[in-house]
């Protein structure tokens, strides 16, 4: 059963936007921390939004000010817009739910995060 499954990847030029789903089984979907990580080519998986269970969020310096998390309790969904996309932010972009060390999760950290979704591709092209 597959417990986080993202959507909405896709090639963009640069300057586009593309929003990103992402949705929760009932046993995955707690009201705690969600994030979204992504991993260029060659690249090590890099953390770039988090929000929590009362709505606050924390962003990576690299997307901060063009990327929108939020989230749906109601549907257990976990969205992230991303407007004014670049070559650079090309990569496989992947939800992740159940962090269980507070520090971990708003740093970031893959090793928080218990559960992720297989990826959905984003391609910026120039």
């Known amino acids: 059963q597959v417990q986080l499954a993202e959507s909405g990847g896709g090639s963009v030029q640069s300057g586009g936007s593309l929003r990103l789903s992402c949705a929760a089984s009932?046993?995955?979907?707690?009201?705690?921390?969600m994030a979204w990580f992504r991993q260029a080519p060659g690249k090590g998986r890099e953390g770039i939004a988090v929000?929590?269970?009362?709505?606050?969020?924390s962003y990576s310096d690299s997307v901060k000010g063009r990327f929108t998390i939020s989230r749906d309790n109601a549907k257990k969904m976990l969205y992230l817009q991303m407007n004014s996309l670049k070559p650079e932010d090309t990569a496989i972009y992947y939800c992740?739910?159940?962090?269980?060390?507070?520090?971990?999760?708003?740093?970031?950290?893959?090793?928080?995060?218990?559960?992720w979704g297989q990826g959905t591709q984003v391609t910026v092209s120039s």
């Open positions: 009932e046993k995955t979907y707690r009201r705690d921390y």
């Open positions: 929000i929590d269970s009362d709505g606050r969020v």
């Open positions: 992740a739910a159940e962090c269980g060390v507070g520090a971990w999760c708003w740093q970031l950290q893959t090793r928080g995060f218990a559960n």
